[in-house]
């Protein structure tokens, strides 16, 4: 792929649609639907090959463009189009008002981005709240390091062929609350520390998994000293604290769903 | 009480407040003194503070009165304070802007206006209570109808939600030009 692809960010469907239609300097009360609908569905295919997560909204979209271009194509006031049938109205009608509604908060979101904004143009004294404050001397830690980590513990586990016939004693829940706790008592703990006590497969599963969806909500955080260095684990304030203080172990248990 | 005196207070009380001080306020800690007293006195020090060489403006936002440093001098306070600054991403503007001018309002009618799921902007929004929950509306599912808040006012220095720019009519809409420089690819989900 030698062509270079320059792609804007669309926030969605309607914003690539009035992307089309300013590029092809056609008004947007007569959309030609043809056309604009040809070049949408050229741009999800460039979005595709790209390996964009396409939002579902934009294929809806390109249903009712494909929709629309085929009633253009029906003799107006042809009453036999089960439904939509509504007198010869333009069939771009509904289309046109969405663009106008959406350009319009468009609009509106630009002059706000314009205004004098708190800790971006103008600050107050003292706590303006700075976001991501790097911690530092920490670093995140990366789900291959992660995993390499858990590979680790999996393989200290004694070799010998337990016949694991204990039923599903510990739940992730279980386990959770149990990381919290713990990590409420210590403010940080150490990735082997944690599991040093786990005996069975099983267990160790179930505690990465504990602490995989506590970093999905964020009430703990993953970090390291240095590539390679030990994991380590640490409560996380609520996302605004935890980007202006360094290190709460307030009792984040609430998000741990 | 003397006219200087009052001002001086009042500097005072805006140099300590940790947020916005409200006229009613000012008039609470300064005993004997009134309204239109406080409120020519803090006219005084904004305009002092406007026309002066000073760094910092008195602004009037939320409902009340703040120090703010002044707007030319952003790059050397972000440079002092660290840290990134904080970034306004379009998703988040849309979205915030179509909830100040339709409040209260539905998730799902803000997304039928933006045409997409604003599922995680509207999590982070309220993370960063910029909204909130106000009511439930009386339609099946009881869904929460949302509405901006104080920070919003105080974040977009706005006294309050009169001071938002009238909303375009529909036909006043104008496509503005495509800016030409094109934005790296990257993950929109910011704010």
């Known amino acids: ?257 | 009480m003397e006219r200087e005196e009052v001002k001086s207070i009042i500097d005072s009380l805006l140099f300590v407040a940790d947020g916005p001080v409200t006229l009613q306020r000012f008039q609470e800690v300064i005993e004997g003194s009134n309204k239109d007293e406080i409120r020519s006195a803090l006219v005084e020090l904004q305009k002092e503070l406007e026309n002066g060489p000073r760094g910092v403006r008195l602004v009037e936002v939320a409902g009340g009165y703040q120090m703010r440093t002044a707007k030319g001098n952003a790059e050397w306070v972000k440079k002092f304070l660290g840290g990134r600054p904080a970034r306004m991403g379009r998703a988040t503007l849309e979205t915030l802007a179509i909830i100040a001018y339709r409040q209260p309002i539905t998730k799902a009618e803000i997304e039928a206006i933006r045409g997409v799921d604003v599922d995680g902007v509207i999590s982070t929004l309220l993370e960063r209570e910029l909204v909130r929950a106000v009511a439930r509306k009386d339609v099946p599912g009881r869904p929460f109808l949302y509405g901006t808040t104080q920070q919003f006012l105080e974040l977009f220095n706005l006294k309050d939600l009169t001071q938002l720019p009238t909303l375009k009519e529909m036909d006043e809409i104008t496509l503005p030009e495509i800016p030409g420089e094109t934005i790296p690819i990257e993950n929109t989900e910011e704010c």
């Open chain 1, 1 to 257: 792929m030698s062509t270079q692809v320059q792609l804007e960010i669309f926030e969605g469907p309607l914003d690539l649609l009035l992307h089309l239609i300013k590029k092809n300097e056609v008004s947007i009360t007569d959309i030609p639907i043809a056309a604009i609908t040809e070049q949408y569905l050229a741009t999800l295919e460039v979005m595709q090959s790209l390996n964009l997560d396409l939002a579902g909204e934009f294929l809806v979209m390109a249903a009712t463009l494909i929709h629309i271009k085929s009633r253009m194509l029906l003799p107006a006031g042809d009453g036999t189009t089960e439904e939509d049938d509504d007198d010869g109205e333009d069939p771009r009608e509904e289309l046109v008002r969405r663009l106008l509604e959406y350009q319009r908060f468009k609009d509106a979101a630009e002059k706000l981005g314009q205004r004098e904004i708190l800790a971006r143009d103008v600050f107050i004294r003292s706590g303006t709240p700075v976001e991501d404050v790097p911690v530092p001397n920490l670093r995140e830690v990366s789900v291959f390091e992660l995993l390499n980590a858990l590979k680790r513990v999996l393989e200290r586990l004694p070799k010998e062929n337990v016949h694991e016939i204990t039923l599903d004693k510990i739940t992730v829940r279980e386990k959770m609350t149990f990381l919290l706790d713990t990590l409420r008592a210590r403010s940080k703990v150490l990735f082997d520390a944690l599991f040093a006590e786990v005996k069975t497969r099983m267990e160790v599963v179930v505690t990465f998994l504990a602490m995989l969806e506590l970093v999905k909500a964020r009430a703990i955080r993953i970090f390291q000293d240095e590539l390679g260095g030990p994991i380590q684990i640490e409560a996380a304030a609520g996302m605004d604290e935890a980007s202006i203080l360094p290190v709460i172990s307030t009792g984040e248990e609430d998000h741990g769903t």
